[in-house]
């Protein structure tokens, strides 16, 4: 006969590893899920996600404004560029130190409050994202052998796991947008330092962070709406879930 023959040994280890897979899936139904929904309800009525001034979380941008150059001097630059020739001016720029570009600013920090938001949030969008991986696993393992009969549960069972697997892509899409903030601002950080003249890059700064508050806030509201979604949709089919064709089976296992 065909089939995967494990040892004595084997068997064992992987029956303990379901059984702790069971308990999890179990205390993550019955405590984790409640205790999260109301963890994240009461983050949200927190003063720094309920910010109605969006201008106040604006971070100090420590990059001198340069003075216009009196004309007198642009006279003279002029003057001096026709006589040395432009050919000449960027010879000189690549072999003259002097030359070289060097910031006009020093270290310039991130936004501290967006900073303090990411800390919270961060934490969250990775537990949510190994929860979903906690309870595919523990239902792809409820997953009855595949033979002739009824298959309504075995139905719910997918149904289930599709909409575990969307809520899984949506979380690592935010984890997506985390690093993608960083990467904007500090493109918008660089060319405002770069381009001191140019006041619309500071306000690209500004135009970062402010975004940035919202789409934090937009994902807490998420993460409470996912795991009210989890907790609904596993609670309501749990029976179907837990056994698809209608067995006598103790718990939820």
Not at 41 to 55: C, F, H, I, M, R
Not at 91 to 101: A, E, H, S, V
Not at 113 to 130: D, F, G, Q, R
Not at 152 to 179: M, W, Y
Request: proline share 6%; glycine share 4%.
């Amino acid at each position: 006969p065909c089939g995967v023959r494990l040892s004595g040994e084997a068997r064992k280890q992987v029956e303990v590893f379901r059984q702790n897979l069971f308990q999890e899936a179990e205390e993550f139904l019955y405590r984790f899920l409640p205790q999260k929904i109301i963890y994240l309800n009461q983050l949200l009525q927190e003063d720094s996600l309920n910010v109605a001034d969006l201008t106040s979380l604006r971070a100090p941008l420590d990059i001198p404004i340069p003075d216009p150059p009196p004309k007198d001097d642009e006279m003279e630059t002029d003057k001096q560029e026709k006589k040395e020739g432009k050919r000449d001016k960027r010879m000189r720029k690549g072999l003259n130190p002097l030359f070289l570009t060097v910031p006009k600013c020093g270290f310039l920090p991130g936004n501290e409050k967006v900073l303090s938001l990411l800390a919270l949030v961060k934490p969250e969008v990775w537990t949510l994202k190994e929860k979903c991986i906690l309870v595919i696993t523990w239902i792809q393992h409820l997953i009855p052998k595949i033979e002739d009969g009824n298959d309504f549960g075995v139905a719910i069972q997918e149904k289930v796991l599709e909409r575990v697997n969307a809520v899984k892509t949506k979380v690592e899409a935010f984890q997506t947008t985390i690093s993608k903030y960083f990467s904007e601002r500090g493109d918008a950080v660089a060319k405002a330092s770069k381009e001191t003249h140019v006041m619309d890059y500071r306000a690209l700064v500004h135009e970062r962070d402010e975004a940035a508050y919202g789409e934090l806030r937009a994902m807490v509201l998420d993460l409470r709406a996912f795991y009210a979604e989890l907790y609904h949709i596993i609670s309501s089919n749990l029976e179907k879930i837990v056994n698809p064709k209608g067995e006598e089976k103790p718990s939820m296992y």
